[in-house]
């Protein structure tokens, strides 16, 4: 026991406080989401030149996204930040710790579910009043929520086979991740929809930066440093001791002293560089019957609008 209260007592004395995230993340504020949103829409128009059609677009992606965006509030997710990307659609982001899987199933789901309802429920709206601009806004809904649905990485249905299949297994992820690529690239080159191209484009370079962060995993095994665990959870000693294997293994740090702990201008990409290296996985709290309750709605919801409304829904 004595031996124990000596290494703790060494450790502080070593090892000072690890730096807190809360002083390094950006504050995310509405002007910011609204600046993202504005582009976007400018974007669109010059291409499209239709602000029906814009409007339309904008009007899916935030009903999807706020859907998103309001289980995560209700899970209790911290930092949340809304993202408008010209051309590849929108995003909501936020940290939690610990995560679990059925939380996350639900927040994936509560995206397209109610953008796929509004759709079906404007489909029946426009088809008795026959209100042609009521019929076309709901076939986007429809559409783009479907898509949205399919399983490929970076699509909803993708993270949701990823979360509820082999959440933990990080060679199955490597693997379904290149697939989706191919995937995904196969399609836009079949559908002649070029400029789509950048998605597979950046989620490669999101692979090779992932295999990157796997060499470094297996380094920081040799060296006796855990790497499966949340930036939260890291003691101040690993915090320091990581920072010194990424300072001597990445030449973005190349400027840093190792063994000098006292943060400095880099501190915020020392610690978004950590974050990524780190795995946490979802906590399994879904069993057989769970999943595959959730793998039926996932399916019905993908299916149901074109059963419905058969293929009425391509007349664009």
Sequence with gaps: MDNINENIEEENILYPEKPKVDHYETKETVTRSLWSLFIFMITFYIVFQSWVFVVMITLV???HEMGHFSFMKLYNYQNLSLRFIPFLGAYVSGNKNPISQREQTNILLAGP???????????????????????????????????????????????LLQNLYFNQHEL??????????????????YLEQYILLIIPIFMFLQYRRGQKNSYLRQRLLH???????????????????????????????????????QESKLESLMISKMKNLLIHAPQSDLNFLAIFIYTLIWVGLAIAPFILFKSHLFNL
């Excluded at 991740?177 to 836009?188: A, E, F, G, K, R």
């Excluded at 001791?241 to 990445?250: P, T």
């Design 223 to 261: 060296h006796g440093l855990e790497y499966r665990k949340s930036y939260e959870d890291l003691k101040n000693w690993e915090y320091w001791k990581i920072r010194d294997f990424l300072i001597e293994n990445c030449p973005e740090f190349s400027d840093l002293e190792k063994q000098d702990y």
């Design 172 to 189: 199955l992820q490597k693997i379904f991740s290149l697939v989706s690529i191919i995937l995904l690239t196969s399609m836009c080159v």
């Design 61 to 63: 992606l935030i009903v």
């Design 113 to 159: 579910v109610p953008g796929i309802l509004a759709g079906i429920l404007l489909y029946f709206i426009g088809q008795q009043t026959q209100h042609l601009t009521i019929l076309y806004l709901a076939k986007i809904f429809i559409l783009i929520n479907c898509f949205n649905l399919l399983p490929i990485i970076p699509l909803d249905g993708g993270r």
